[in-house]
């Protein structure tokens, strides 16, 4: 009679060993799965290569991102591409945030110490900005490869912006108006890159 309720105990315990097994496996699959939506949600502070960023209907695929750093502050500009055209996607938090696309330009010749004032196509830049900064990169950043830059910021009228920066020598001006972050569109990608292999 004993051996009976032995054998019987054991079964219960196999079965309930067994069923609570399928509940933990069942549980972190679940938690997996929204781990995984959650970081399938971007923003403007954290995207990643191969995010399509929606603006005035054009897809820009994310390609690049720097990480500025000055002191304890830090700001992003991300590298965009749509077919053959590049811009730069500048996102900083300072009082508000701040977001700016750009693209680059090799019609103006700036020297590695730009004046006070820049004019291009009619329209008068002020510099409002300017400093040294340290830099980290992920993915493709053009001839943005130094470990500092200098650069120069400046401001047009209403919301046209330039940017001068100088990597070891080599100088690059982006032209560009501050935009909405409400009209972007984020839309994450798969981790890798588009248009390079």
């Known amino acids: 009679m004993s051996y009976v309720w032995f054998g019987i105990?054991?079964?219960?315990?196999?079965?309930?060993?067994?069923?609570?097994q399928r509940i933990f496996k069942l549980l972190k699959q679940s938690q997996n799965t929204s781990t995984k939506k959650m970081t399938l949600i971007r923003t403007i502070?954290?995207?990643?290569?191969?995010?399509?960023?929606?603006?005035?209907?054009?897809?820009?695929?994310?390609?690049?991102?720097l990480t500025y750093q000055v002191g304890a502050y830090y700001w992003y500009e991300y590298l965009l591409q749509n077919k053959d055209k590049i811009a730069w996607l500048s996102v900083e938090e300072d009082e508000r945030v701040e977001v700016a696309l750009l693209e680059p330009i090799n019609q103006?010749?700036?020297?590695?110490?730009?004046?006070?004032q820049?004019?291009?196509?009619?329209?008068t830049y002020t510099c409002i900005d300017s400093g040294k900064a340290r830099?980290?990169?992920?993915?493709?950043?053009?001839?943005r490869a130094a470990e500092k830059?200098?650069?120069?910021?400046?401001?047009?009228?209403?919301?046209?912006?330039?940017?001068?920066?100088?990597?070891d020598g080599d100088i690059e001006v982006t032209v560009g108006e501050k935009i909405s972050p409400r009209s972007l569109t984020i839309l994450p990608g798969d981790g890798k890159t588009v248009y390079r292999d």
């Open 45 to 65: 502070f954290d995207l990643e290569i191969g995010d399509i960023v929606q603006h005035l209907d054009v897809d820009w695929v994310v390609e690049g991102k």
């Open 108 to 116: 103006l010749d700036v020297s590695k110490d730009p004046p006070p």
């Open 118 to 123: 820049l004019n291009f196509e009619g329209e």
């Open 149 to 167: 830059c200098q650069y120069f910021d400046y401001k047009g009228t209403g919301e046209k912006v330039m940017s001068v920066e100088v990597w």
């Open 9 to 20: 105990i054991l079964v219960s315990a196999v079965v309930i060993y067994t069923q609570h």
């Open 135 to 143: 830099m980290t990169r992920t993915g493709l950043t053009m001839k």
